[in-house]
C-alpha cells in the first residue's frame, strides 16, 4: 500500500493550518476560492508531473487523512467527517476528498455505508475479522476455534527485534495459540508484538476476548493492523510442532511468516504460523 509517513507529505501554510485548527470553512461563495487557492498552493510545492517528487493532489490529501488517523483523532469503527466537511478543512475540492477515500475504501483503511458515512475500518467487523487469514478448508466454510497456549512478556532477540525496528533486547510480548478446525488443530501461531504498545497484554486478557486478536488490538491498545506482507515456504514438521497439530515427525507443513503494519509503514506484529494442509489449502487472489 503506498502511505507515505506525515513527513513526507508536501504541506502549505493554509492546507496545514486549517487541519491544525481543525476548522470548517463556511459555506459561502468565497469557499470556491480558497479551495482553489489552497490546490494550487498545494500543488506548487511539486514542480510538475514530470517530477519525481510529484504527488497528486488527492493522495496529499489522502496523507493527510491517515496522519489524522495515526494521530487517534478518528478511531478504529468510528466515522469520519463528511466529504464537505474534510474540502473545507484541507481546501480543496470534494470531489478532491472523494477521490482520496474512494482510494482508502479500496485499501480496506475506510468503509463506507450506505446513508450512514464513512467509517475507519475495523478488524471487529464480521466480513474484515480474518482477512489476513487465507487458510480455507477444502469443502464450504468454517470459523476456526483458537487455543491459547502461552503469552510471555522477554527481551526481544535481534531476528525479531530487526524485523520490528526495535532494538535488541526491547520488551517484548511473545503470544503461542493453536487454531482448530472440527477439534483438530491446523495452524501454530507464534506472534511477537512491542511490548512498549501492548502493555497489559495478558494470559487473561487474551481468554477473555473471544474475537480476533486485531479487534482485541484496535479496542485495547489503540494499535491497527492496515496491511501484511508474508514470505511462505514449505517446511518439515520437528518433533514439537508434530505434537502440538498432532500430524507426524516430517509431515509437510506451510510454514507462512506475516509482518503486519499500521499507519506510517510502522511494523507492529511478527507472526509465524505452521499450517497443516491435509484438509485446506492457502488461498490468495491476485490482480
Not at 29 to 42: D, F, N, W
Request: aromatic letters at 6%; hydrophobic letters at 40%.
Amino acid at each position: 500500500m503506498p502511505n507515505l509517513p506525515p513527513s513526507s507529505l508536501p504541506r502549505t501554510a493554509p492546507a496545514v493550518a486549517s487541519e491544525r485548527s481543525g476548522a470548517v470553512l463556511p459555506a459561502t461563495s468565497a469557499a470556491p476560492a480558497a479551495a482553489t487557492g489552497a490546490s494550487a498552493a498545494l500543488l506548487s510545492s511539486t514542480s510538475s508531473a514530470e517530477s519525481p517528487s510529484f504527488s497528486p493532489l488527492y493522495r496529499q490529501i489522502k496523507g493527510l487523512i491517515i496522519a489524522r488517523l495515526q494521530a487517534g483523532e478518528w478511531k478504529a469503527g468510528e466515522s469520519i467527517p463528511s466529504e464537505l466537511e474534510l474540502a473545507a478543512r484541507f481546501g480543496v475540492s470534494q470531489g478532491t476528498v472523494r477521490k482520496a477515500i474512494d482510494e482508502m475504501s479500496a485499501e480496506n483503511l475506510l468503509v463506507r455505508r450506505q446513508g450512514k458515512g464513512t467509517f475507519v475500518a475495523t478488524h471487529a467487523e464480521q466480513k474484515q475479522q480474518y482477512r489476513f487469514l487465507r487458510l480455507m478448508p477444502d469443502e464450504g466454510s468454517e470459523s476456526l476455534g483458537r487455543q491459547l497456549l502461552d503469552c510471555r512478556r522477554l527481551r526481544a532477540p535481534a531476528a525479531i527485534a530487526r524485523q520490528l525496528q526495535l532494538r535488541t533486547g526491547d520488551p517484548m510480548v511473545e503470544v503461542r495459540r493453536l487454531l482448530h478446525s472440527k477439534g483438530e488443530p491446523v495452524v501454530l501461531d507464534d506472534i511477537w508484538l512491542p511490548g512498549q504498545l501492548f502493555k497489559g497484554l495478558s494470559t487473561e486478557l487474551l481468554n477473555q476476548h473471544r474475537g480476533p486478536f486485531y479487534g482485541l488490538f484496535e479496542a485495547e491498545f489503540g494499535v491497527h493492523m492496515i496491511r501484511a506482507q508474508e514470505k511462505i515456504r514449505a517446511v518439515a514438521a520437528d518433533a514439537e510442532t508434530a505434537a502440538l497439530l498432532q500430524v507426524e515427525v516430517g509431515a509437510p507443513l506451510l510454514s507462512v511468516e506475516r509482518l503486519s503494519f499500521t499507519y506510517g509503514d510502522k511494523p507492529v506484529e511478527l507472526r509465524r504460523g505452521l499450517y497443516n494442509t491435509a484438509s485446506h489449502f492457502y488461498r490468495n487472489e491476485l490482480n
